[in-house]
């Protein structure tokens, strides 16, 4: 089966960039370095190696062995795997309901990196003093426009590479994206590793204290690990009804999680030695990057101008080609047979600003902040369903489906090319950690993590 609509990326290479996009984004760079940080450095760091290679690994070669057999969205590929039982496509509409409420945040989050970039650039940001970013950052947050405005910026852009298709637009932009990004984020690693008492940073976030790895900490490392792999939403389901043929998945799998995994432990090295060196408090939790890091870039005088350019442009870029894959995702489904891509790329945009924009209003002190729904915030809401609770409920479902529904020829058909490729270690795979291990986790995971609330 090819995919149904024609479209599909060129080459592995390709498909690993644009994958990997989706993976590398906010998640690396401005949510696991201060999680990490908040959990007990190298003790979060060890549980969270064994989620990405057990877990979030396993499930993103489900997801593309999913995909590739059928060539179809999320849902279509549950029927058309299961034809008998049609209730399995509602899991593929979870996730995409799951990608929608990302795309929405998502969204939030990168209007604000936008204009910090932006900021850098014009040089409004150099002309703040220390102690004032934290009102800065509040008081754009919180206001009603300009918030906006940048939302609808990024979300032209990444309409726009949808538009131009998988592999002339999404191929295209990762595979010129990504090496870019590994460079000014090297960059960024080379200079804060020689700052003065740098040393101190690296000890924070490798040190391991076992004392802050709490119940709440495993579950955040589980989240952390399906969120930044962008695992257990149909994402990669989409990007693997989207994979060449002769791909071998299981070598794909591994390229994506190990840049995913490495990009994220060199965003902590290029932001914990430099938040240290300048005298920064490191829990700074969400706003660090908005709050602190700026205090950094300006403790370094003019060079620091260029490092808050280079640091808000690789931001900016790692979630555009996330953000990409997010509404690739909902126009694939919503195209269909229905109506064409770019029409459907246009209608999910509308839709989903009009969410994103009601979560920026309702941020700090916005104009729907008094909106409370189960006593918190639209923000806070999207940013609990999205970080900890839905990716595992839906990586659940996805892999009970993988490992104890679907036809087990069918898998080893998919995953080996037809016998073309060797998957001897596979019986280890499907039987321990597909049907047992991966399960087990996220329930065990998910019951303490909801208890522990
Ligand atoms: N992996 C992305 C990141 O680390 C976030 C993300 C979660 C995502 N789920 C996704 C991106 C689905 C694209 C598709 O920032």
Redesign the pocket.
């Known amino acids: 089966m090819s995919t149904k609509t024609g479209e599909g990326f060129s080459s592995s290479f390709g498909a690993i960039m644009a994958a990997a996009g ?7 760079v401005w949510r696991f370095p201060y999680i990490c940080g908040k959990y007990g450095g190298g003790a979060f760091l060890l549980v969270y190696v064994i989620f990405v290679l057990f877990i979030g690994m396993v499930l993103m070669m489900s997801e593309f062995v999913i995909g590739r057999r059928t060539g179809e969205d999320p849902m279509k590929a549950y029927t058309a795997l299961k034809p008998h039982h049609p209730g399995w496509k509602y899991v593929g509409l979870a996730g995409l309901l799951t ?1 929608f409420l ?1 795309l929405a945040i998502y969204l939030v989050i990168s209007g604000w990196t936008l204009n910090y970039f932006w900021e850098s650039l014009s040089g409004t940001l150099a002309g703040i003093a220390d102690t004032g970013f934290e009102a800065h950052f509040n008081q754009f947050a919180s206001s009603a426009g300009r918030p906006v405005l940048f939302i609808a910026i990024f979300l032209f852009l990444t309409a726009l590479v949808i538009v131009g298709g998988v592999d002339k637009g999404i191929e295209r932009v990762s595979k010129l994206l990504m090496p870019i990004l590994v460079v000014l984020l090297m960059a960024l690693c080379v200079r804060s590793m020689t700052l003065e008492g740098a040393s101190a940073g690296l000890s924070y976030l490798f040190k391991p204290d076992f004392s802050k790895l709490t119940g709440e900490g495993v579950l955040a490392a589980l989240g952390q690990a399906l ?4 695992v257990g ?1 149909g ?1 990669m389901i989409v990007y693997g009804s989207y994979l060449p043929k002769d791909d071998n998945l299981l070598k794909t799998s591994l390229w994506i999680t190990l840049c995913d995994f490495a990009i994220a432990i060199f965003a902590g090295i290029a932001i914990f030695p430099a938040v240290f060196a300048c005298g920064q408090d490191p829990t700074g939790g969400p706003g660090l990057v908005y709050q602190v890091l700026p205090v950094v870039f300006n403790s370094m005088g003019t060079v620091g101008r260029l490092f808050s350019i280079i640091f808000f442009l690789l931001l900016s870029l790692a979630a555009l080609t ?1 953000a990409i ?2 509404l690739e995702a909902l126009t694939q489904w919503l195209s269909g047979d229905r109506i064409g891509r770019t029409a459907s790329a246009i209608v999910m945009s509308l839709i989903v600003i009009i969410l994103a924009a009601a979560a920026s209003f309702s941020f700090g002190d916005g104009i729907l902040s008094g909106v409370k729904i189960g006593g918190m915030q639209l923000f806070d809401l999207l940013d609990k369903l999205t970080g900890t609770i839905l990716p595992p409920v839906c990586a659940l479902l996805t892999i009970v489906f993988f490992g104890w529904f679907m036809n087990k020829e069918d898998i080893i058909d998919e995953l080996s090319n037809h016998g073309t490729v060797k998957i001897g270690y596979f019986k280890v795979f499907y039987h321990f950690l597909v049907r047992i291990v991966a399960p087990l986790a996220l329930i065990v995971v998910l019951v303490t993590g909801i208890i522990g609330n």
Do not use: K, Y
Request: with cysteine; proline share 0%; glycine share 12%.
């Open positions: 989706s993976a590398v984004g906010l998640g690396n990608c990302i969120f930044s792999l962008s939403m994402v996330s894959s997010l």
